[in-house]
Protein backbone atom coordinates (compact mmCIF):
# COMPACT_ATOMS: atom_id res chain seq x y z
CA UNK A 1 0.00 0.00 0.00
CA UNK A 2 2.56 2.33 -0.55
CA UNK A 3 2.82 5.76 -2.98
CA UNK A 4 5.58 3.86 -5.01
CA UNK A 5 4.64 3.70 -8.81
CA UNK A 6 6.12 0.19 -9.67
CA UNK A 7 3.72 -1.32 -6.81
CA UNK A 8 0.39 -1.79 -9.06
CA UNK A 9 -2.80 -3.72 -7.92
CA UNK A 10 -2.94 -7.10 -9.05
CA UNK A 11 -6.25 -9.24 -10.28
CA UNK A 12 -7.30 -10.79 -7.17
CA UNK A 13 -9.14 -7.93 -5.01
CA UNK A 14 -9.04 -3.60 -5.22
CA UNK A 15 -6.75 -3.65 -2.53
CA UNK A 16 -3.88 -6.18 -3.70
CA UNK A 17 -0.70 -4.81 -4.83
CA UNK A 18 2.30 -6.49 -6.65
CA UNK A 19 5.75 -5.43 -7.77
CA UNK A 20 5.67 -3.96 -11.80
CA UNK A 21 9.20 -2.87 -12.37
CA UNK A 22 8.43 -1.74 -16.16
CA UNK A 23 10.93 -0.94 -19.06
CA UNK A 24 10.14 2.82 -18.61
CA UNK A 25 10.60 2.60 -15.13
CA UNK A 26 13.93 1.14 -15.54
CA UNK A 27 15.09 3.83 -18.28
CA UNK A 28 14.11 6.56 -16.13
CA UNK A 29 16.34 5.46 -13.77
CA UNK A 30 18.96 4.95 -15.80
CA UNK A 31 18.50 8.70 -17.33
CA UNK A 32 18.39 9.98 -13.70
CA UNK A 33 21.65 8.92 -12.81
CA UNK A 34 23.74 9.74 -16.11
CA UNK A 35 21.68 13.22 -16.92
CA UNK A 36 22.12 16.25 -14.61
CA UNK A 37 19.59 17.83 -13.74
CA UNK A 38 19.36 21.37 -15.67
CA UNK A 39 18.59 24.95 -14.92
CA UNK A 40 14.73 25.15 -15.14
CA UNK A 41 11.92 26.92 -14.14
CA UNK A 42 8.13 25.60 -13.72
CA UNK A 43 6.07 28.49 -15.25
CA UNK A 44 2.51 26.62 -15.43
CA UNK A 45 0.71 24.36 -13.97
CA UNK A 46 -3.09 22.77 -15.07
CA UNK A 47 -4.42 20.02 -14.00
CA UNK A 48 -6.60 18.18 -17.03
CA UNK A 49 -9.45 15.40 -17.23
CA UNK A 50 -8.33 11.55 -15.92
CA UNK A 51 -5.66 12.43 -13.15
CA UNK A 52 -3.34 14.26 -16.01
CA UNK A 53 -1.12 17.30 -14.55
CA UNK A 54 0.17 19.67 -17.34
CA UNK A 55 3.32 21.47 -16.79
CA UNK A 56 5.54 24.33 -18.47
CA UNK A 57 9.01 24.02 -18.24
CA UNK A 58 11.19 27.13 -18.71
CA UNK A 59 14.69 26.22 -19.60
CA UNK A 60 17.16 29.37 -19.74
CA UNK A 61 18.97 29.48 -23.04
CA UNK A 62 22.25 29.52 -21.97
CA UNK A 63 21.90 26.18 -20.01
CA UNK A 64 20.04 25.05 -23.69
CA UNK A 65 22.48 25.74 -25.67
CA UNK A 66 25.71 24.82 -23.87
CA UNK A 67 24.00 20.65 -23.34
CA UNK A 68 23.52 20.89 -27.29
CA UNK A 69 26.46 21.98 -27.75
CA UNK A 70 27.73 19.06 -25.62
CA UNK A 71 25.23 16.85 -27.40
CA UNK A 72 26.79 17.79 -31.02
CA UNK A 73 30.00 17.12 -29.70
CA UNK A 74 29.49 13.65 -28.61
CA UNK A 75 27.44 12.79 -32.33
CA UNK A 76 30.62 14.19 -34.04
CA UNK A 77 32.99 11.63 -32.96
CA UNK A 78 30.90 8.78 -34.46
CA UNK A 79 28.32 10.93 -37.24
CA UNK A 80 28.76 9.64 -40.48
CA UNK A 81 27.91 12.42 -43.01
CA UNK A 82 29.09 11.81 -47.07
CA UNK A 83 32.20 13.60 -47.66
CA UNK A 84 33.53 12.93 -44.64
CA UNK A 85 35.45 10.55 -42.22
CA UNK A 86 33.86 9.90 -38.82
CA UNK A 87 34.78 12.60 -36.07
CA UNK A 88 35.74 15.20 -39.08
CA UNK A 89 32.28 16.50 -39.81
CA UNK A 90 32.43 20.34 -39.60
CA UNK A 91 30.41 21.38 -36.46
CA UNK A 92 28.51 24.32 -38.29
CA UNK A 93 27.37 21.19 -40.77
CA UNK A 94 25.79 19.04 -38.50
CA UNK A 95 24.43 21.27 -35.78
CA UNK A 96 22.45 22.80 -39.01
CA UNK A 97 21.92 19.12 -40.85
CA UNK A 98 20.43 17.79 -37.51
CA UNK A 99 19.53 20.59 -35.19
CA UNK A 100 15.69 19.14 -34.69
CA UNK A 101 16.83 15.79 -34.29
CA UNK A 102 19.67 17.10 -31.70
CA UNK A 103 16.43 18.69 -29.79
CA UNK A 104 14.59 15.89 -29.68
CA UNK A 105 17.48 13.76 -28.24
CA UNK A 106 18.04 16.97 -25.49
CA UNK A 107 14.84 16.95 -25.08
CA UNK A 108 14.51 12.92 -24.04
CA UNK A 109 17.61 13.69 -21.67
CA UNK A 110 16.43 16.22 -19.79
CA UNK A 111 13.06 15.19 -19.20
CA UNK A 112 13.41 12.64 -16.78
CA UNK A 113 15.31 14.75 -14.34
CA UNK A 114 13.11 17.45 -14.39
CA UNK A 115 10.27 15.35 -13.95
CA UNK A 116 11.57 13.50 -11.00
CA UNK A 117 12.20 16.55 -9.53
CA UNK A 118 8.47 17.57 -9.74
CA UNK A 119 7.53 14.73 -8.51
CA UNK A 120 9.32 14.52 -5.41
CA UNK A 121 9.10 18.53 -4.47
CA UNK A 122 5.06 18.50 -5.07
CA UNK A 123 4.95 14.71 -3.27
CA UNK A 124 3.03 12.95 -6.30
CA UNK A 125 3.26 9.81 -7.45
CA UNK A 126 3.39 9.71 -11.36
CA UNK A 127 1.99 7.17 -13.22
CA UNK A 128 3.10 5.75 -16.77
CA UNK A 129 5.20 7.41 -19.58
CA UNK A 130 4.59 11.69 -19.50
CA UNK A 131 4.02 13.18 -22.64
CA UNK A 132 6.40 15.49 -23.77
CA UNK A 133 5.08 17.90 -26.82
CA UNK A 134 7.35 18.83 -29.84
CA UNK A 135 9.67 21.75 -28.53
CA UNK A 136 10.18 24.87 -30.76
CA UNK A 137 13.30 27.06 -30.20
CA UNK A 138 12.98 30.20 -31.23
CA UNK A 139 16.24 32.59 -31.19
CA UNK A 140 17.34 34.45 -27.85
CA UNK A 141 14.48 33.01 -25.58
CA UNK A 142 14.21 30.53 -23.46
CA UNK A 143 13.24 26.97 -24.07
CA UNK A 144 9.80 25.99 -23.24
CA UNK A 145 8.74 22.24 -22.49
CA UNK A 146 5.41 21.47 -22.31
CA UNK A 147 4.58 18.11 -19.92
CA UNK A 148 1.92 16.47 -19.28
CA UNK A 149 1.83 13.50 -16.29
CA UNK A 150 -0.43 11.24 -15.17
CA UNK A 151 -0.92 11.30 -11.40
CA UNK A 152 -2.18 9.45 -8.40
CA UNK A 153 -5.35 11.77 -7.44
CA UNK A 154 -5.58 12.74 -4.32
CA UNK A 155 -7.87 10.53 -2.32
CA UNK A 156 -10.24 11.93 0.30
CA UNK A 157 -12.07 8.60 2.23
CA UNK A 158 -15.21 9.43 3.88
CA UNK A 159 -17.85 7.20 5.44
CA UNK A 160 -15.97 3.91 5.38
CA UNK A 161 -16.94 2.40 8.72
CA UNK A 162 -20.51 1.71 9.77
CA UNK A 163 -21.76 0.09 6.47
CA UNK A 164 -23.66 -3.27 6.03
CA UNK A 165 -23.17 -5.23 3.06
CA UNK A 166 -24.53 -8.66 2.18
CA UNK A 167 -21.68 -10.95 1.10
CA UNK A 168 -22.75 -14.74 -0.61
CA UNK A 169 -21.01 -17.56 2.09
CA UNK A 170 -18.50 -20.30 1.00
CA UNK A 171 -19.92 -22.88 2.76
CA UNK A 172 -17.83 -27.08 3.05
CA UNK A 173 -19.95 -29.52 1.69
CA UNK A 174 -19.41 -33.43 1.77
CA UNK A 175 -18.80 -33.46 -1.23
CA UNK A 176 -16.45 -31.00 -1.50
CA UNK A 177 -14.16 -33.04 1.20
CA UNK A 178 -14.41 -36.28 -0.92
CA UNK A 179 -13.13 -34.34 -4.00
CA UNK A 180 -9.99 -33.62 -1.99
CA UNK A 181 -9.42 -36.79 -1.02
CA UNK A 182 -10.21 -38.28 -4.53
CA UNK A 183 -7.72 -35.56 -5.74
CA UNK A 184 -4.96 -37.03 -3.10
CA UNK A 185 -5.88 -40.09 -4.34
CA UNK A 186 -4.99 -39.70 -7.86
CA UNK A 187 -1.50 -36.77 -6.96
CA UNK A 188 -0.20 -40.53 -5.32
CA UNK A 189 -1.23 -42.72 -8.34
CA UNK A 190 1.54 -44.35 -10.17
CA UNK A 191 2.04 -46.19 -13.51
CA UNK A 192 3.16 -49.53 -13.43
CA UNK A 193 3.54 -51.84 -16.03
CA UNK A 194 0.13 -54.01 -17.47
CA UNK A 195 0.46 -57.40 -19.23
CA UNK A 196 -2.18 -56.15 -21.65
CA UNK A 197 -2.52 -54.41 -25.23
CA UNK A 198 -2.00 -50.90 -25.87
CA UNK A 199 -5.63 -49.07 -25.94
CA UNK A 200 -7.04 -45.29 -25.32
CA UNK A 201 -6.22 -44.64 -21.71
CA UNK A 202 -3.41 -46.73 -21.17
CA UNK A 203 0.47 -45.66 -20.97
CA UNK A 204 3.21 -46.79 -23.41
CA UNK A 205 7.50 -47.26 -23.08
CA UNK A 206 8.55 -46.56 -26.87
CA UNK A 207 11.39 -46.39 -28.62
CA UNK A 208 10.46 -44.17 -31.62
CA UNK A 209 12.22 -43.74 -35.11
CA UNK A 210 10.95 -40.89 -37.23
CA UNK A 211 12.83 -40.46 -40.90
CA UNK A 212 11.46 -38.23 -43.47
CA UNK A 213 10.43 -38.23 -46.68
CA UNK A 214 14.19 -37.94 -48.32
CA UNK A 215 15.52 -41.48 -45.70
CA UNK A 216 16.71 -38.84 -43.00
CA UNK A 217 16.38 -39.37 -39.31
CA UNK A 218 14.81 -36.94 -38.09
CA UNK A 219 14.35 -38.35 -34.61
CA UNK A 220 15.23 -41.35 -32.61
CA UNK A 221 14.39 -41.31 -28.76
CA UNK A 222 14.67 -45.13 -26.81
CA UNK A 223 12.32 -45.73 -23.67
CA UNK A 224 10.00 -42.98 -23.95
CA UNK A 225 7.05 -42.48 -21.30
CA UNK A 226 3.74 -40.92 -23.21
CA UNK A 227 1.53 -40.86 -20.82
CA UNK A 228 -1.35 -40.21 -23.35
CA UNK A 229 -0.44 -41.47 -26.74
CA UNK A 230 -3.95 -41.08 -28.21
CA UNK A 231 -3.09 -37.02 -27.51
CA UNK A 232 0.27 -36.92 -28.57
CA UNK A 233 0.75 -39.27 -31.46
CA UNK A 234 -0.57 -39.21 -34.74
CA UNK A 235 -4.00 -40.27 -35.60
CA UNK A 236 -2.65 -43.28 -38.04
CA UNK A 237 0.15 -44.22 -35.64
CA UNK A 238 -2.50 -44.54 -32.90
CA UNK A 239 -4.69 -46.43 -34.76
CA UNK A 240 -1.79 -48.64 -35.63
CA UNK A 241 -0.91 -49.04 -32.08
CA UNK A 242 -4.48 -50.46 -30.60
CA UNK A 243 -4.32 -53.99 -29.16
CA UNK A 244 -0.84 -54.08 -29.71
CA UNK A 245 1.62 -55.28 -26.47
CA UNK A 246 4.96 -55.23 -25.19
CA UNK A 247 7.91 -56.13 -28.03
CA UNK A 248 5.46 -55.70 -30.78
CA UNK A 249 6.74 -53.03 -33.44
CA UNK A 250 4.37 -51.21 -35.98
CA UNK A 251 5.31 -49.01 -38.97
CA UNK A 252 3.36 -46.26 -40.22
CA UNK A 253 3.80 -43.77 -43.09
CA UNK A 254 1.84 -40.47 -42.07
CA UNK A 255 2.04 -36.65 -41.43
CA UNK A 256 2.67 -35.21 -37.77
CA UNK A 257 -0.42 -33.17 -38.27
CA UNK A 258 -3.52 -33.80 -40.52
CA UNK A 259 -3.02 -30.40 -42.19
CA UNK A 260 0.69 -31.20 -43.12
CA UNK A 261 1.60 -32.16 -46.41
CA UNK A 262 5.42 -33.46 -45.09
CA UNK A 263 4.82 -37.57 -44.81
CA UNK A 264 6.94 -39.44 -42.46
CA UNK A 265 7.84 -43.04 -41.72
CA UNK A 266 7.40 -43.77 -37.81
CA UNK A 267 8.54 -46.78 -36.52
CA UNK A 268 7.26 -47.48 -32.98
CA UNK A 269 8.21 -50.80 -30.61
CA UNK A 270 6.53 -51.07 -27.37
CA UNK A 271 9.04 -52.14 -24.29
CA UNK A 272 6.04 -52.13 -21.97
CA UNK A 273 2.19 -51.10 -21.84
CA UNK A 274 1.67 -48.81 -18.40
CA UNK A 275 -1.50 -48.51 -16.53
CA UNK A 276 -2.56 -45.85 -13.90
CA UNK A 277 -2.57 -47.26 -10.35
CA UNK A 278 -4.77 -45.33 -8.17
CA UNK A 279 -4.11 -46.33 -4.44
CA UNK A 280 -7.51 -47.44 -1.67
CA UNK A 281 -8.84 -44.28 0.22
CA UNK A 282 -7.73 -46.34 3.53
CA UNK A 283 -6.23 -46.07 6.89
CA UNK A 284 -2.76 -47.34 5.03
CA UNK A 285 -2.90 -44.53 2.53
CA UNK A 286 -3.66 -42.27 5.53
CA UNK A 287 -0.52 -43.65 7.35
CA UNK A 288 1.63 -42.94 3.84
CA UNK A 289 0.63 -39.66 3.84
CA UNK A 290 1.79 -39.02 7.58
CA UNK A 291 -1.53 -39.41 9.67
CA UNK A 292 -2.32 -41.69 11.83
CA UNK A 293 -5.65 -43.38 10.02
CA UNK A 294 -8.08 -41.78 7.77
CA UNK A 295 -10.28 -40.46 9.98
CA UNK A 296 -6.95 -38.21 10.95
CA UNK A 297 -6.49 -37.29 7.36
CA UNK A 298 -10.15 -36.93 6.80
CA UNK A 299 -10.74 -34.20 9.74
CA UNK A 300 -6.97 -32.45 8.37
CA UNK A 301 -8.70 -32.11 4.54
CA UNK A 302 -11.85 -30.57 6.41
CA UNK A 303 -9.77 -27.79 8.42
CA UNK A 304 -7.78 -27.09 5.31
CA UNK A 305 -11.11 -26.37 3.25
CA UNK A 306 -12.92 -24.41 6.07
CA UNK A 307 -9.81 -22.17 6.50
CA UNK A 308 -9.97 -21.91 2.46
CA UNK A 309 -13.45 -21.33 2.27
CA UNK A 310 -13.13 -18.28 5.04
CA UNK A 311 -10.50 -16.89 3.23
CA UNK A 312 -12.42 -16.64 0.20
CA UNK A 313 -15.61 -15.43 1.95
CA UNK A 314 -12.87 -13.22 3.40
CA UNK A 315 -11.51 -12.07 -0.02
CA UNK A 316 -15.04 -11.65 -1.06
CA UNK A 317 -16.71 -9.27 1.75
CA UNK A 318 -13.56 -7.06 0.82
CA UNK A 319 -14.15 -7.19 -2.48
CA UNK A 320 -17.74 -5.95 -1.68
CA UNK A 321 -17.07 -3.41 0.44
CA UNK A 322 -14.42 -1.95 -1.84
CA UNK A 323 -16.63 -1.94 -4.80
CA UNK A 324 -19.64 -0.18 -2.70
CA UNK A 325 -17.19 2.16 -1.31
CA UNK A 326 -16.24 3.24 -4.89
CA UNK A 327 -19.33 3.99 -5.92
CA UNK A 328 -19.93 6.86 -3.10
CA UNK A 329 -16.44 8.13 -4.12
CA UNK A 330 -15.70 10.54 -7.26
CA UNK A 331 -12.28 11.04 -8.33
CA UNK A 332 -10.14 10.89 -11.69
CA UNK A 333 -8.44 7.31 -12.52
CA UNK A 334 -5.02 7.51 -13.93
CA UNK A 335 -5.67 5.82 -17.82
CA UNK A 336 -2.03 4.09 -17.22
CA UNK A 337 -3.17 2.25 -13.99
CA UNK A 338 -6.71 1.37 -15.34
CA UNK A 339 -5.29 0.05 -19.02
CA UNK A 340 -2.98 -1.88 -16.32
CA UNK A 341 -5.64 -3.40 -14.35
CA UNK A 342 -7.87 -4.13 -16.94
CA UNK A 343 -5.13 -6.47 -18.55
CA UNK A 344 -4.71 -8.05 -15.66
CA UNK A 345 -8.38 -9.34 -15.10
CA UNK A 346 -8.41 -10.17 -18.79
CA UNK A 347 -5.28 -12.31 -18.40
CA UNK A 348 -6.89 -13.95 -15.49
CA UNK A 349 -10.29 -14.60 -17.33
CA UNK A 350 -8.57 -16.12 -20.18
CA UNK A 351 -6.60 -18.17 -17.77
CA UNK A 352 -10.41 -19.36 -16.18
CA UNK A 353 -11.57 -20.06 -19.96
CA UNK A 354 -8.18 -22.19 -20.48
CA UNK A 355 -8.24 -24.58 -17.78
CA UNK A 356 -12.06 -24.62 -16.79
CA UNK A 357 -13.83 -24.79 -20.88
CA UNK A 358 -15.87 -21.96 -19.29
CA UNK A 359 -16.46 -18.12 -20.12
CA UNK A 360 -16.22 -16.48 -16.98
CA UNK A 361 -18.77 -14.87 -14.86
CA UNK A 362 -18.15 -11.01 -16.42
CA UNK A 363 -18.51 -12.39 -20.06
CA UNK A 364 -21.67 -14.56 -19.50
CA UNK A 365 -24.54 -13.59 -22.36
CA UNK A 366 -22.32 -10.85 -23.66
CA UNK A 367 -21.23 -10.13 -27.16
CA UNK A 368 -17.39 -9.53 -27.68
CA UNK A 369 -17.99 -5.46 -27.30
CA UNK A 370 -20.50 -5.81 -24.21
CA UNK A 371 -17.32 -7.95 -22.64
CA UNK A 372 -15.09 -5.46 -23.24
CA UNK A 373 -17.63 -2.46 -21.75
CA UNK A 374 -17.93 -4.56 -18.67
CA UNK A 375 -14.45 -4.95 -19.01
CA UNK A 376 -14.06 -1.53 -18.67
CA UNK A 377 -16.44 -1.20 -15.69
CA UNK A 378 -15.13 -4.04 -13.53
CA UNK A 379 -11.41 -2.42 -14.12
CA UNK A 380 -12.19 0.86 -13.31
CA UNK A 381 -13.80 -0.06 -9.70
CA UNK A 382 -10.70 -2.20 -8.86
CA UNK A 383 -8.63 0.99 -9.63
CA UNK A 384 -10.47 3.18 -7.21
CA UNK A 385 -11.02 0.70 -4.59
CA UNK A 386 -7.52 0.17 -4.37
CA UNK A 387 -6.97 3.67 -4.34
CA UNK A 388 -9.29 3.92 -1.60
CA UNK A 389 -7.58 1.80 0.31
CA UNK A 390 -4.22 2.93 0.21
CA UNK A 391 -5.86 6.19 1.42
CA UNK A 392 -8.09 4.67 4.44
CA UNK A 393 -4.26 3.29 5.56
CA UNK A 394 -2.79 6.43 5.46
CA UNK A 395 -5.52 8.18 7.32
CA UNK A 396 -6.23 5.20 10.00
CA UNK A 397 -1.91 5.72 10.05
CA UNK A 398 -2.22 1.76 9.62
CA UNK A 399 1.21 0.51 8.99
CA UNK A 400 3.22 -2.84 9.03
CA UNK A 401 5.21 -2.84 12.84
CA UNK A 402 7.71 -5.22 13.53
CA UNK A 403 5.70 -7.31 15.45
CA UNK A 404 3.00 -7.92 12.72
CA UNK A 405 5.94 -8.80 10.56
CA UNK A 406 7.07 -11.36 13.21
CA UNK A 407 3.62 -12.93 13.42
CA UNK A 408 3.26 -13.29 9.57
CA UNK A 409 6.55 -14.64 9.44
CA UNK A 410 6.02 -17.35 12.32
CA UNK A 411 2.96 -17.72 10.54
CA UNK A 412 3.92 -18.74 7.00
CA UNK A 413 7.10 -21.13 8.74
CA UNK A 414 4.61 -23.02 10.64
CA UNK A 415 2.78 -23.53 7.14
CA UNK A 416 6.35 -24.17 5.29
CA UNK A 417 8.00 -25.90 8.62
CA UNK A 418 10.80 -23.55 8.23
CA UNK A 419 12.49 -21.02 10.85
CA UNK A 420 11.19 -17.66 10.62
CA UNK A 421 14.91 -16.30 9.88
CA UNK A 422 15.03 -18.67 7.36
CA UNK A 423 11.96 -17.55 5.41
CA UNK A 424 13.18 -13.74 5.86
CA UNK A 425 16.77 -14.03 5.02
CA UNK A 426 15.12 -15.75 1.28
CA UNK A 427 12.80 -13.33 0.99
CA UNK A 428 15.54 -10.86 1.09
CA UNK A 429 17.51 -12.68 -0.98
CA UNK A 430 14.72 -12.52 -3.47
CA UNK A 431 14.51 -8.83 -2.73
CA UNK A 432 10.75 -9.47 -1.92
CA UNK A 433 10.87 -8.72 1.64
CA UNK A 434 9.41 -5.21 0.85
CA UNK A 435 6.58 -7.11 -0.97
CA UNK A 436 5.99 -9.38 2.11
CA UNK A 437 5.59 -6.06 4.25
CA UNK A 438 3.54 -4.44 2.49
CA UNK A 439 0.90 -7.71 1.80
CA UNK A 440 1.17 -7.52 6.10
CA UNK A 441 0.13 -3.47 5.64
CA UNK A 442 -2.48 -5.01 3.27
CA UNK A 443 -4.10 -7.57 5.78
CA UNK A 444 -3.91 -5.46 8.70
CA UNK A 445 -5.96 -3.03 6.48
CA UNK A 446 -8.48 -5.58 5.40
CA UNK A 447 -9.24 -6.64 9.21
CA UNK A 448 -9.55 -3.08 10.21
CA UNK A 449 -12.24 -2.31 7.36
CA UNK A 450 -13.93 -5.52 7.77
CA UNK A 451 -14.00 -5.23 11.86
CA UNK A 452 -15.87 -1.83 11.21
CA UNK A 453 -17.94 -2.75 9.44
CA UNK A 454 -20.92 -5.51 8.95
CA UNK A 455 -20.57 -7.83 6.81
CA UNK A 456 -24.07 -10.28 6.37
CA UNK A 457 -22.69 -13.84 4.83
CA UNK A 458 -25.68 -14.68 2.91
CA UNK A 459 -26.16 -18.86 3.00
CA UNK A 460 -25.71 -20.87 -0.32
CA UNK A 461 -28.22 -23.08 -1.02
CA UNK A 462 -26.65 -25.47 0.69
CA UNK A 463 -26.89 -24.66 4.26
CA UNK A 464 -29.54 -22.72 6.37
CA UNK A 465 -29.56 -19.24 7.96
CA UNK A 466 -26.72 -16.45 8.14
CA UNK A 467 -23.66 -15.43 10.14
CA UNK A 468 -23.12 -11.78 10.69
CA UNK A 469 -19.91 -10.37 11.63
CA UNK A 470 -19.21 -6.85 12.28
Request: net charge negative; hydrophobic share 40%.
Amino acid sequence: MTDDKQSTPGADSPGTSAEATTVLDEAVEQARQQEELIAHTVVEESDLPDSIRQITVEVPREAWDARLEKLFKEWRREAAVEGFRPGKVPMKLLQRRFQKEAADDLVSKIAPPIIAEYEKARNLTVYGAPAVDPVTVEPDKPVRLVIRLEIKPVVEPKDYTGLTVEVPSYTITPAMIESRLLGLLHDNATYAEADKAWEPGLALAVDMKIVDAKGRTEQQVSDRFIQHPEHSLPDKLVDALKGKKAGDTVEVRTTLQPDQKDVKAFTVTIRSVKELRVPDLNDEFAKDLGYENLAALRASVEAEEKKRADALSSEEAFDVLMTKLAETHDFPVPPTLLAHVAEDIARSDYRFMYYTGQRPRRAEGKSRQEYREQLQTDARTRVKGFLLAEAIARKENIEATEADIAAALEQRAAEEGRKPLAIRAALEKERKFDQFVEQVRFDKLRAFLLSHNTIKYVASAASEGTDEKG
